[in-house]
């Protein structure tokens, strides 16, 4: 497994934009597909979205057109440009790391979370 942890959250009007980085630990950071899920208070965590090496980008719905998840090798991180900002994105964003599938479990690695507040 590897080790992470998120950075870049905090409080935003609406139309705004937040840059979130997740930093990972580990030599084999480029054979894990990483993502980024949130979580709203009272509600399931949701997909936001994923990224592996040579594999097209997927985002959810909510977020398409408006996010943009990225990867830098070099630095072992992993990015969410966020833009055009609404109130509904507010909630915890994680940063999973995982192996072999569409999706991780709770048993893959996954950051601490950091909390992203948008003001309408």
């Known amino acids: 497994q590897v080790q992470l942890a998120e950075s870049g959250g905090g409080f935003v009007e609406a139309g705004g934009s937040l840059r979130l980085s997740c930093s990972a630990s580990?030599?084999?950071?480029?054979?894990?597909?990483m993502g980024w899920f949130r979580q709203a208070p009272g509600k399931e965590r949701e997909f936001v979205a994923r990224i592996t090496w040579g594999v097209i980008p997927v985002y959810a719905d909510s977020v398409k057109g408006r996010f943009t998840i990225s990867r830098d090798s070099a630095k072992n991180t992993v990015y969410l440009q966020m833009n055009s900002l609404k109130p509904e994105d507010t909630a915890v964003y994680f940063c999973a790391a995982w192996r072999g599938r569409d999706s991780p479990s709770g048993n893959d690695s996954w950051g601490q979370g950091t909390q992203v507040t948008v003001s309408s």
């Open positions: 580990g030599r084999t950071f480029s054979s894990y597909t």
